[in-house]
């Protein structure tokens, strides 16, 4: 699941909400869930919303109780001594790498999906070529700065990588 | 920023997929890999990322590309050399 959401009207609790009730997938990362510095409580709001989404399988009516999850962890077993309610589940191991978490949910989708879609490897490719028009168009032609394009609203980012791939040739 | 400026850099990124012209390196299974934008399949792939950048500097004015973009492992760009 995603639950990157921009709009500051709305609390996030409720757009998280909204994204949970309206997706027939949820993919939860809870690779950050590790102390950023020592003596220092860990960032918790991905397993929190893993469970909460979780939820819906138990308490959820309609579609919401045939929802398919994706979990992902850096290492095949970590979550075992943080979340061991969760054994039994299937949590993918991605090591950190974002080629591996990119393989993996690739898969998991097709594996949930009657259309053949594109290898990892095709995927990564045009994830590169989409990185360097990008970087072309907001820094050589637009002046944005690294540090702006860091800070990029996500919603931004989504709608920017729609629009580059509306007429983009498929092969 | 202005509604117009939004509306004219989505347009930039509209137009850019179809009329791309440049070299990549980047990360691939441990390995580094030179591609031509538009192309299905690598040109080559290199142990190194020197080796990598080096074939790819060899090869810029061949492919009369327009930029050879050099990426981090995660996808983001290291470096976005232009003619």
């Given at each position: ?5 921009e ?14 009730r309206n997706?027939?997938?949820s993919?939860?990362?809870i690779s ?6 020592p ?8 397993p929190?919303?893993l469970g909460l989404d979780?939820g819906?399988?138990i308490f959820?009516?309609?579609k919401?109780?045939?929802?398919n ?10 979550y ?8 039994g589940?299937d949590v993918?191991?991605?090591?950190n ?6 393989r ?5 989708v097709?594996?949930?999906?009657e259309k053949?879609?594109s290898?990892?490897?095709r995927?990564w490719?045009v994830y ?6 990008s ?6 032609k637009r ?6 394009i860091?800070e990029?609203?996500y ?5 920017y990588i ?6 983009r040739?498929k092969? | 920023m202005?509604r ?6 989505e347009?930039d990124f509209?137009n ?6 440049k070299?990549?390196v980047?990360h691939?299974s441990?390995r580094?890999v030179?591609l ?15 080796a990598a ?9 061949l492919h009369?590309s327009?930029a ?7 996808g ?8």
């Amino acid at each position: 699941m995603i639950a990157e959401t921009e709009n500051g009207n709305i609390p996030r609790m409720f757009r998280i909400e909204k994204l949970m009730r309206n997706s027939k997938y949820s993919i939860h990362d809870i690779s950050k869930m590790e102390f950023l510095e020592p003596n220092k409580l860990a960032r918790f709001n991905m397993p929190f919303e893993l469970g909460l989404d979780f939820g819906s399988l138990i308490f959820g009516i309609g579609k919401l109780k045939e929802k398919n999850f994706l979990i992902l962890d850096s290492e095949r077993h970590r979550y075992k001594k943080a979340i061991s309610d969760l054994s039994g589940y299937d949590v993918e191991p991605h090591e950190n790498n974002p080629e591996i978490a990119l393989r993996r949910l690739r898969n998991w989708v097709a594996s949930r999906n009657e259309k053949i879609i594109s290898s990892a490897n095709r995927i990564w490719q045009v994830y590169t070529e989409f990185t360097g028009d990008s970087y072309d168009i907001l820094i050589n032609k637009r002046g944005y700065s690294q540090g702006e394009i860091k800070e990029m609203p996500y919603s931004d980012y989504i709608k920017y990588i729609q629009e580059w791939l509306t007429d983009r040739p498929k092969n | 920023m202005t509604r117009a400026t939004v509306k004219a850099i989505e347009k930039d990124f509209r137009n850019a997929g179809p009329t791309g012209n440049k070299l990549h390196v980047f990360h691939r299974s441990g390995r580094w890999v030179l591609l031509k934008e538009g192309a299905s399949r690598a040109s080559s792939i290199h142990d190194s990322k020197a080796a990598a950048i080096t074939k790819a500097k060899a090869l810029f004015d061949l492919h009369k590309s327009e930029a050879l973009v050099i990426h981090q492992p995660d996808g983001s760009i290291e470096n976005f050399i232009t003619v």
